[in-house]
């Protein structure tokens, strides 16, 4: 069975850093893409960045792009948000992504989610 849990939500503030992790069971990890999503209170979902299998390419979202970074360490079965210059905009529930196609239909997975506040 698929499990992806989020870690390393928590305060910051503006200009701070975090770290995120995105632990990875029940699949082969290094045959998936993998993406962060994040979601504000009243928003609707927005993907923060995207890294392929391999972690040959990655992509981010506009907001982002310059201040994270994401990666992945295949042989522990886990991706990475490194954030920086935080604002509080920023604040919103991480989650991290993957999905499978099968018989032509797609199946996304996704973890708990890991809050992130950027206050001072």
């Known amino acids: 069975q698929v499990a992806l849990v989020e870690s390393g939500g928590g305060l910051v503030q503006p200009g701070g850093s975090l770290i995120l992790s995105c632990s990875g069971s029940g699949f082969t990890f290094s045959k998936y893409d993998m993406r962060w999503y994040r979601q504000a209170t009243g928003k609707e979902r927005e993907l923060v960045a995207y890294?392929?299998?391999?972690?040959?390419?990655?992509h981010y979202g506009d907001s982002v792009k310059g201040r994270f970074t994401i990666s992945r360490d295949n042989a522990k079965n886990t991706m990475y948000l490194q954030m920086n210059s935080l604002k509080p905009e920023d604040t919103a529930t991480y989650y991290c992504?993957?999905?499978?196609?099968?018989?032509?239909?797609?199946?996304?997975?996704w973890g708990q989610g890991t809050l992130i506040t950027v206050s001072s």
């Open positions: 992504n993957t999905w499978r196609i099968s018989g032509g239909r797609t199946s996304e997975f």
């Open positions: 890294i392929e299998k391999s972690a040959n390419h990655t």
